[in-house]
Structure formats: structure tokens, C-alpha cells
């Protein structure tokens, strides 16, 4: 019963996911920046079904992961100085820019720090839990740094047109605010959703959370 449940909400979110993604591919703001963008996501589904079954994500980290593959997609399919519900927050609340970026960014460590935090443990590759919020958080802000790599080497090869993919909206100091929302969303999920991801591995992976 309880398997069975488990393989009806991952194929929810698997079709969530999906759909989600044939909307934001049909008459995308810039084609170029969907790809740049969302090639993460299709990179992340094709891979959680190849491993499927073998390993098994917990439901709490599917749950975030289709939350952050989402995010992608609707800053791919506006640019993420675009979206229209953070244009209209910028004009309700008289900010400088549109900050749908931060709430990626932020995302970009909150998600893989609990990814990271799951094969981590069940892997055995640490023996001593007091070490792991570090690492998590190291991984994570390894993960932004790279990211921003990606995005510099896009911004030498495109000039000009790595402008919506960037999306710095004359700040200079983007990247490093980038980086450090990751390393926020990172500290954050090691602080408030430790114990969540416990119990939800304990569905996954019975005696080994809490250890």
C-alpha cells in the first residue's frame, strides 16, 4: 500500500513537471535563454528516471526537486527579469528590479543542500553527523560558484545576447548577491528541514535516519 502510494505521488509529480515543462517551452521570451535555462531540469528528470528505481529520492526531497525544476521553467519562459507576478510586485512594493532571480538563486542552494544531505548519508561518506552541515553548505556554494562560471563563460561567447540569461539588471554586484542567497537557502534547509528529511528517509531507507 504504502509503495503504491509513493509510485502514484511520484508520477504526480513527474506529470506536474512535465506539463509545466510544455508550457513553458511553447513561445518562450528568448529560445536561446529557455535552453540555457532549463537544460538543468531536463538534465534532473532524465536522470531521476534512469535511477528509478534503483535509488529512490525521499518524498520530501522529489517534492522540492519538481518545486525547483518548476522554478526553472518560469524563468526560462519569461527570463527571469520578466515574470510577470515579480513585475508586479516591483511596482506594489517600488523596488529596483524584478527579483524573481533571488527566489532561483536562493533555491539553488536550498534544494541541492538537501540532495546533497540524502546522498551524504546514504552513501555512508561521512560517519560523523556533526560534520555534515559544513559540507552540505560547502557543496552547495561550490554548486552557486560553478553556476556563475557557467554564466560567465556564457556572457564571453554570446556578448550581448547572454544579457537575458544573466539577468543582472544593472547590479553590479549579482553574482556575489547570487552566491550568497545560495549559501542562505543551504543554511536553511540544514537548519529547518533536518528533521523533515529524517522521517521522510526513514519511508526510503529504514534505519538509517536518526543515526
Known amino acids: 500500500m504504502r509503495s503504491t502510494r509513493r509510485l502514484t505521488c511520484d508520477l504526480a509529480l513527474l506529470a506536474l513537471v512535465l506539463i509545466v515543462l510544455t508550457w ?44 525547483h525544476m518548476i522554478i526553472l521553467m ?47 548519508l546514504r552513501q555512508g561518506v561521512i560517519a560523523r553527523r556533526g560534520w555534515l552541515p559544513f559540507l552540505v553548505v560547502c557543496i552547495c556554494l561550490a554548486i552557486s560558484a560553478s553556476y556563475e562560471f557557467l554564466e560567465w563563460g556564457a556572457a564571453l561567447w ?31 534547509a540544514m537548519l529547518f528541514f533536518s528533521r523533515w528529511q529524517d522521517h521522510s528517509l526513514r519511508q526510503v531507507a529504514p534505519g538509517l535516519a536518526g543515526k
Open 24 to 67: 513553458s517551452a511553447i513561445g518562450p521570451f528568448d529560445r536561446a535563454t529557455w535552453w540555457m535555462e532549463v537544460i538543468p531540469a531536463l538534465i534532473g528528470i532524465v536522470t531521476l528516471v534512469a535511477l528509478y528505481p534503483r535509488f529512490r529520492f525521499s518524498e520530501l526531497v522529489c517534492v522540492f526537486l519538481a518545486l
Open 74 to 120: 518560469v524563468g526560462g519562459h519569461y527570463s527571469y527579469a520578466r515574470v510577470p507576478l515579480f513585475d508586479y510586485c516591483k511596482d506594489w512594493f517600488g523596488w529596483t528590479r524584478n527579483h524573481f532571480d533571488r527566489v532561483g538563486h536562493f533555491a539553488q542552494g536550498f534544494v541541492p543542500a538537501l540532495i546533497a544531505r540524502e546522498v551524504l
Open 158 to 188: 554570446l556578448g550581448q545576447g547572454a544579457d537575458e540569461f544573466l539577468g543582472t539588471q544593472g547590479d553590479v554586484w549579482d553574482t556575489q548577491t547570487d552566491m550568497f542567497l545560495a549559501m542562505i537557502g543551504a543554511v536553511c
